[in-house]
């Protein structure tokens, strides 16, 4: 029950709601990293993945995009669409500066580096791909590069590694804090004990799920 997440944290629905007053008719594109508060001020959700297709199928020319300013930042980048960002990050991905991406490869020449969108900026930039979580462990699998390193939380490469033992991975082991107080015997113990109810008012739960099922109609 302790763990969160720093990127949902960071933006509550009044906050979607003065947004939504300040700039009126501009939708308002959440990261599915929020919470079913903002989701339900939010017109539709996205992922990494999907992102710049979520964005560029509203067909307008400005959209406010919460809460991860990176990601924001990287939409921009790919689109004409004017962005309105909010400024929140991930805790984790927001660790790692272009000196260390510099230094990387100094140490271990031919390396392939591949980042997450929710990287700053100029991490992106210095990296050889940048793309969703799915879209990194396609870039592994595709190209099979001698040497690896993916720009996010640091466990996701021990889970690639398993699938593609030919492959090394240069870990910078950013650990989420978060992700890591979720472990298979508290799972366990919630499936036996019906431990950790979280309980939402329906009217929450009918207008969350509206920007989410938009999102799962448009697909990846």
Request: glycine letters at 4%.
């Amino acid at each position: 029950m302790a763990a969160g997440c720093s990127l949902s944290s960071s933006v509550t629905g009044k906050d979607v709601r003065l947004l939504k007053e300040k700039y009126p008719g501009v939708p308002v594109v959440s990261y599915v990293n929020t919470s079913a508060e903002v989701k339900a001020e939010t017109d539709i959700c996205c992922t990494s993945a999907n992102a710049v297709k979520i964005v560029e199928s509203l067909g307008v020319k400005k959209v406010i995009f919460l809460p991860d300013d990176y990601l924001a930042k990287y939409v921009a980048s790919q689109t004409n669409v004017e962005i309105i960002a909010w400024k929140g990050i991930c805790m984790v991905h927001d660790q790692f500066n272009e000196r260390e991406i510099h230094d990387i490869r100094a140490k271990n020449p031919g390396i392939k580096i591949i980042a997450h969108p929710e990287c700053p900026p100029d991490v992106i930039k210095a990296s050889d791909f940048a793309g969703s979580t799915g879209g990194m462990i396609k870039y592994v699998e595709d190209n099979q590069p001698k040497k690896v390193m993916m720009v996010t939380e640091c466990s996701m490469s021990d889970n690639i590694q398993v699938e593609n033992p030919n492959v090394e991975f240069i870990r910078p082991c950013n650990l989420c804090p978060h992700m890591k107080r979720i472990t298979l015997p508290k799972i366990l113990e919630c499936l036996e004990n019906e431990t950790g109810e979280i309980i939402m008012d329906k009217e929450t739960i009918k207008k969350a799920r509206i920007p989410v099922e938009r999102m799962i109609t448009i697909g990846r």
